[in-house]
Structure formats: C-alpha cells, structure tokens
C-alpha cells in the first residue's frame, strides 16, 4: 500500500487548542509540505472552518459532531483508506489505522479528569490498542506507561515526539491580552511564569505555595493557560503576587515568554511537556519536574527539581536569579536541545508509519532518571553472614547506586563483617520487624526520594534500584512499589545464596504490571515524601507481610497507587534459621488481620480469605507437615488466636509472648 492513500482525521479542527490538539496541527502542516503527502485527503466534520492546505485534499462530510461523528460517520467517510488519528482518540470499529496516545494520564491520574472523560477513555483507548495497525506516542516515558496501563508491548509503540518550530512563528509585539493584564494588575516586577490548566497533575499548587518566598524575592507569578472541561478543576489559593491571566492567544504566550524570568513547569505527569521546548526555543530558562517526560525533554537544558519538594524549586529561582551566566548558558543549551524534537521529523515519521506500520523509526534517546536519592533498609536479627552476603552482593551489582545502605539490627553484632563497611550505615534498636524499620527509617536523610526495604535473605536484580526510580518518576500517584519473586524459597526448603545469585543472572525482566498490590516486604519500595508520620505498627510484632500490607494500606488510604512490576525482581532464599516457632506464626496469621480489620488496613473479604487458607493449610498438613515447616505449631497457633478473638481480645503482640517449645530451633 503505497503511503499516498491514506485520510487524517481532522475532528481536531473543531476543538479548542490544547497541548494535544496543537500537537495534530502542528503534524498536519508538516505533513502537508512533504511530497510523500500528496493525494492524503483531511477529513473533517462538515461544519468545519476551511483550513489552509497546500497539498492535501479536503474532504468534509457528515451530518454529526465530536465524539459521535468520529466514532459513526468518520469509519464510512474514510472508506478504505488507511486512517491517521493524532489526538489520543479514533473510530473503534476501524482497524485499517494509526492512533497517537500521548500518555496514559486517565489510567495513571484518573482524578485530573472529569468522570464522563474517564468513561470514555477507559473503554475505547483499550479497544484502539488490540484494533489498530500501530500506536504511536509523543515520548518514551509516555510509551512505557501506556504499555503499563494498555494490553501492549513497549517495544510495538512508536515515539514521535512534538516539535518547536512553531514557537519561533509567535510575535510578541501582536500580544493584546498579557501586556494589559500584567500592566492592570500591577504585575511590573520580574516574574517566573507557569504555563497549563488547573488540572490537579499541572501541580500549579506547589508555585502558589512558594509564592509567599517568591514574594520576598521581588518575584511575580503568572500563570496562563485554562481548562476545556476535560479536566477536573483544582482549586488555587489566591496570593498577591500571583496572577491568572487565564487562555492566551500565542502571541501572547511569545509576549509572556520573552519576558519572564523563567518557566515553571512543576508537572506531576506529561506525555511530552510542549511548553519546555517552547520556552527553550524562544529564549526562556526553564525550572522542570524531575518526572516523567521532562526529563527526556530538558535534557541538559534545564535545571529540575521534585514536584514534591517545594524547597528545591525555591533555591533553583533564587540561584537563577543570583546568575546572570546561568541565566545564559541555559537559554544557549536549550536552543541546542530543542533541535531534536522538529514538526517535520515528527511529519516524516508518521508518513514512514502510514506507508509501512511495523517500521521501526529513530527517536530521540530516552533518558536514565537524574539525581535519584535513594535509601535502602536491611532490617537483620542473628543472621550476620546472610546479611552480609546479600548486601555485599547488593552493593556490588545494582546499576543505580543507592544514596544510602541502612543495616537495622538489635546488636551491631547482628551486622557481622559489615561494621565498618564505608557503605553501609549500621543503627541498632528495639527487637521486631516493625521496630527496626522504624528505626531505620529515621536514620533516612531528608532528601531521600524513595525507600526500599528488602529481607536479609533477598538477591535483587541488578537492575531492581533502577527500575524502581523510574517508576516512581513515571507515574506520579504511586506511592508503594513491589518487584516480582522469581523463586520463594520460603515455600519450600530454602534456597542457597549461590543458587539465588545464579537464578537471577538467568532471570528476565517481564512487562506484566498488577495494580493494586500489596507490597511483599521481601523487596519493596516507598516514596519518601508519601510516608511523613506514617510508620510500621509495631504491635505486629510478626508475620512481616501483613506488617508490609498494613504499611501500605495507611499510605494508600491518602490517595496513593500501590502496585507490582515484573521488570525488577529477585529471589528470595527463605533462610530458614533465626525464624519465630510455628505457635508464635501461626497465631500471627489469625490476629494479625482481624487487628488490621479493626484499623480499616484490610478489608473483610480479604481477612477471611487470608485466614481461611493459613488454617486450612495447616490442619490439613499437620498429619504429614513438609520437613521445613511447623504445621502443628501454626495449627496450636491458629486455635489459641481463634480463643482469643472470641474473648474479644485482639492483641497482636501476644505473639511474641508464648513460650517457645522445645522444637522452636525448628523451622516456621
């Protein structure tokens, strides 16, 4: 099929101009340049303004509009031709088409948006990525969360990004709007500007926070740009120095540009983030989130910052402000990095797709995440060479270098040769899983950005760090992260550390994402600035993993996503020496989640299951127990909890109480 025989779907036409739809404009025009566009016909529903085209034919039809034209009327219009829809939507009964998704914000920041939007996108984007010949998106960090919300691989996605070519098209001397507004408002002083709608993910709540401190600085906000109803609304608490300008026009977006002294771009989530290189192309520093596509975008352009950390971006202004020379050696490497991202690389690239849909193009590089700061807690009790083996192997092999290592023990002994490890920082204190996380945890330096705890006895991957921080910059609402167990050994005998080491040389990394799930404490991972006061209960003095679950629970009662990714993982050797008597477990299993009941960290239905299956394991193997596990204990366990909760007592501690029987050198 010859690329010369193929429609656009123009609905974008019809619609206000946002990120996305200036997107499909600014393609549009490219492509109608190209003379591998002639005889492409623009569709467009019949109530559409004439658009300027050059080459393309125009073809208007159609007796609907919006959503209903393109859905019934557009299929019939573009007959047999094959179909390019740029604006994240196209008709779901066509199969014969290329589809753009610019990211996978409905799925991964579903409150930003409107429930009728959400409805809309949660059953078509699915049915368009089984149906379609080719996705295409607008980043790497937009392509890896679409494949991690939508039923396809990373690899079928194609990136092609938006340019900057428009921005140098503006002439801030036709601006009528900014210059009346800012000189009403009496808005004369520097300013540091923000561009986008009140969406809850543009994170324009953090510049209204610091505004007192901008203030102080002699510093204005303004901040442009307005909704479509697409998004749910947040609401921004008015500052005196702040000014809402609301929609400009985009000569006086070049207006707004050319004169602030920075753009602010404290985005929780972008599948591209086009205001960065349209300030980088007209001159203007820039101050961006650390997340997502910004950082692919920046490059080293940009100075960046947590979107959750309002410190950072106060001293970045203020050392913007203190330099001059800063000033222009970001404007100097910003005008170098938006030359990769060009409307007609992006144009050529889609007519490559049209004429051959499994072609694989040339992109910009995707970016490893910059400046992480991560911690790492190893929580260890009579076990020191384990401990030792496994964090000396961490240390050794992970390709992301933690900030911190934290060994958390009752006795510095505990630690065994590590004491004096230059990279290892020892803390002792109270006995108990809970206990000594919480004490590690306020050994963790301020500006950490995640948490990982990992058992003593776990062989990570050498790449679980990595894969960690950039799941967390990649989607913005997770706040508990877990790796896949290639091999438990906890189920069985036990796993040796060279066999574990082995296991994960040869282990691969899988795309399968599971949302919700609850951490398993042997290799998890927490955003720091998430956790705040929150800390393990130490009244569950056993049974790590409900400890883990209700950790997690109390973080995601506050909004946060909980989930599992196969990309990172490890084995877990289940060492069985230093483990707890099968009584002291077995009555763990029964209190523990009627305790997290009580607290709302575990719901009813899961209580009963997890209770049923841990007591029907255990009575129905007490007769022939597996040689690594104290059945009978669990089982005297199990029904000294039930006895005990039918007295109404629901003391998880009371684990740690019961004698231990002879047997306990035995396994759990």
């Not at 010859?2 to 200036?22: C, H, K, P, W, Y």
């Not at 801030?172 to 507004?181: E, F, R, Y």
């Not at 600085?217 to 307005?226: E, K, P, R, S, Y």
């Not at 991957?461 to 921080?469: F, M, P, Q, V």
Request: hydrophobic fraction near 40%; glycine fraction near 8%.
């Amino acid at each position: 099929m010859s690329a010369r025989e193929f429609a656009i779907n123009g609905r974008f036409l019809t619609q206000d101009v946002t990120g996305v739809q200036r997107y499909a404009r600014n393609v549009l025009g490219a492509m109608d340049k190209f003379t591998g566009a002639d005889g492409a016909t623009l569709i467009v529903p019949t109530k559409t303004g004439e658009p300027s085209l050059q080459r393309m034919k125009l073809e208007k039809g159609g007796q609907l509009s919006g959503h209903a034209w393109e859905q019934i009327e557009l299929p019939w219009l573009s007959n047999n031709r094959r179909l390019l829809n740029l604006c994240n939507t196209a008709p779901a009964v066509k199969a014969d088409q290329i589809v753009c998704i610019h990211d996978a914000n409905i799925f991964a920041a579903p409150q930003s948006y409107s429930r009728s939007f959400r409805a809309l996108y949660h059953n078509l984007q699915p049915l368009l990525v089984r149906r379609s010949l080719r996705i295409a998106s607008v980043s790497h960090a937009a392509a890896r969360q679409i494949a991690r919300h939508l039923p396809i691989r990373l690899s079928d996605i194609a990136v092609l990004p938006n340019g900057h070519e428009h921005a140098l098209s503006w002439n801030p001397d036709l601006a009528d709007l900014a210059p009346k507004v800012l000189s009403s408002s009496g808005a004369v002083r520097p300013f540091v500007l923000a561009l986008g709608s009140r969406a809850r993910h543009k994170n324009l709540s953090l510049l209204i926070a610091i505004a007192p401190e901008l203030d102080d600085m002699n510093l204005d906000v303004v901040i442009a740009g307005g909704g479509d109803g697409v998004f749910a609304e947040q609401e921004l608490q008015r500052r005196p120095n702040v000014h809402f300008l609301g929609r400009v026009s985009d000569h006086d977006l070049a207006y707004l540009l050319d004169q602030a002294l920075c753009l602010a771009f404290p985005s929780l989530t972008e599948g591209f983030g086009l205001p960065i290189v349209e300030a980088m192309a007209r001159s203007c520093p820039v101050i961006s989130s650390h997340c997502a596509s910004m950082p692919e975008v920046c490059g080293e352009a940009a100075l960046t910052a947590s979107p959750f950390e309002p410190r950072e971006w106060i001293k970045a202004i203020r050392t913007l402000v203190a330099s001059v020379h800063l000033r222009s050696d970001l404007v100097g490497r910003g005008h170098e990095q938006v030359q990769q991202f060009s409307w007609e690389k992006a144009a050529s690239g889609y007519i490559e797709l049209l004429d051959n849909p499994k072609t694989e193009l040339r992109s910009h590089k995707s970016v490893d995440p910059s400046g992480p700061h991560a911690s790492v807690v190893f929580a260890t009790r009579g076990r020191p060479e384990i401990v030792a083996a496994s964090v000396r192997h961490f240390l050794s092999t992970q390709t992301l270098k933690p900030d911190a290592v934290i060994v958390s023990c009752v006795d510095a002994s505990d630690a065994g040769d590590l004491v004096g490890h230059p990279g290892v920082t020892i803390v002792t204190g109270p006995p108990g899983l809970a206990a000594q996380r919480n004490t590690a945890l306020k050994h963790v330096a301020s500006r950490t950005e995640i948490v990982a705890f990992f058992d003593d006895d776990f062989i990570a991957d050498k790449n679980w760090l990595a894969t960690a921080i950039q799941t967390f910059r990649d989607e913005s609402q997770i706040v508990g992260f877990t790796g896949h167990i290639l091999a438990d050994g906890i189920k069985g005998p036990g796993i040796s550390f060279q066999d574990a080491v082995d296991l994960v040389e040869v282990g691969q990394a899988d795309a399968k994402w599971s949302e919700p799930f609850s951490p398993y404490g042997c290799n998890m991972a927490f955003r720091f600035s998430a956790i705040g006061n929150v800390s393990f209960d130490e009244r569950l003095v056993l049974y790590g993993w409900l400890e883990d679950r209700d950790f997690a629970a109390a973080l995601a009662k506050q909004g946060g996503r909980l989930v599992k990714s196969a990309l990172a993982f490890g084995v877990h050797m289940g060492v069985k020496s230093g483990r707890v008597s099968g009584e002291r477990l077995g009555y763990s299993q029964v209190i523990n989640p009627l305790y997290m009941l009580t607290k709302g960290t575990m719901s009813l239905p899961n209580v009963v299951d997890h209770i049923f299956r841990n007591t029907a394991s255990n009575f129905s193997r007490a007769v022939w127990p597996e040689p690594f596990i104290d059945r009978r204990g669990r089982a005297r366990g199990n029904l000294m909890a039930a006895l005990d909760a039918l007295r109404g007592k629901l003391e998880p501690e009371r684990a740690a109480a019961i004698a231990m029987p002879k047997s306990a050198s035995r396994t759990s």
